[in-house]
T-cell receptor, first 114, second 112 residues
Framework: DVKVTQSSRYLVKRTGEKVFLECVQDMDHENMFWYRQDPGLGLRLIYFSYDVKMKEKGDIPEGYSVSREKKERFSLILESASTNQTSMYLC?????????????FGPGTRLTVT | KQEVTQIPAALSVPEGENLVLNCSFTDSAIYNLQWFRQDPGKGLTSLLLIQSSQREQTSGRLNASLDKSSGRSTLYIAASQPGDSATYLCAVRRGATNKLIFGTGTLLAVQP
């Protein structure tokens, strides 16, 4: 079974803090993704990575950066957290673009910025 | 620009009923379509994935169909149970990329 884990289920941070969200997958997947989920807006792609040290912007990258130093780990960084970044953050991984490439999701991190 | 819509936004049915959830998309040039389930406050669990060349996929009481030309997919749940209560999301993969575009989901409540 594919397992995608996220470092925290719930996180509360103050405005202006630097925030790190960590995601680890155990299936040697090349692709990893960060989404945020908000009521009425659904899931929106922030960033994704198709290989170590490779990254590509998604639909809403502003205010975020990412790091992928190892294949199994993909980090989302909020350089200076703001209240409009309060959201549910979901990480996913998938095999390469050839073939089925089903996406597998982690349990999510509920981030509150006060 | 691809847009994915799910109707209805919420659905309540009595236990045992068969039901259909709908997903429509504006651009028929999709690579595949995936159905997910999300329990409150949790991540997404993949239910079924249909490749663009396929018409349907089945897993247990679930059957998903795909009609690319009309831009529609349906998720059929047979003999619904209270444990099926969750939000159901569909997502289409944009061509050769790995990016998914999600619908906003249908919140299903199965009443015992």
């Amino acid at each position: 079974d594919v397992k995608v884990t996220q470092s925290s289920r719930y996180l509360v941070k103050r405005t202006g803090e630097k925030v790190f969200l960590e995601c680890v997958q155990d299936m040697d997947h090349e692709n990893m993704f960060w989404y945020r989920q908000d009521p009425g807006l659904g899931l929106r792609l922030i960033y994704f990575s198709y290989d170590v040290k490779m990254k590509e912007k998604g639909d809403i990258p502003e205010g975020y950066s990412v790091s992928r130093e190892k294949k199994e780990r993909f980090s989302l960084i909020l350089e200076s957290a703001s209240t409009n970044q309060t959201s549910m953050y979901l990480c996913a991984s998938s095999p390469p673009r050839q073939g089925v490439n089903e996406q597998y999701f982690g349990p999510g991190t509920r981030l509150t910025v006060t | 620009k691809q847009e994915v819509t799910q109707i209805p936004a919420a659905l309540s049915v009595p236990e045992g009923e068969n039901l259909v959830l709908n997903c429509s998309f504006t651009d028929s040039a999709i690579y595949n379509l995936q159905w997910f389930r999300q329990d409150p406050g949790k991540g997404l669990t993949s239910l079924l994935l249909i490749q663009s060349s396929q018409r349907e996929q089945t897993s247990g009481r679930l059957n998903a169909s795909l009609d690319k030309s009309s831009g529609r997919s349906t998720l059929y749940i047979a003999a619904s149970q209270p444990g099926d209560s969750a939000t159901y999301l569909c997502a289409v993969r944009r061509g050769a990329t790995n990016k998914l575009i999600f619908g906003t989901g249908t919140l299903l409540a199965v009443q015992p």
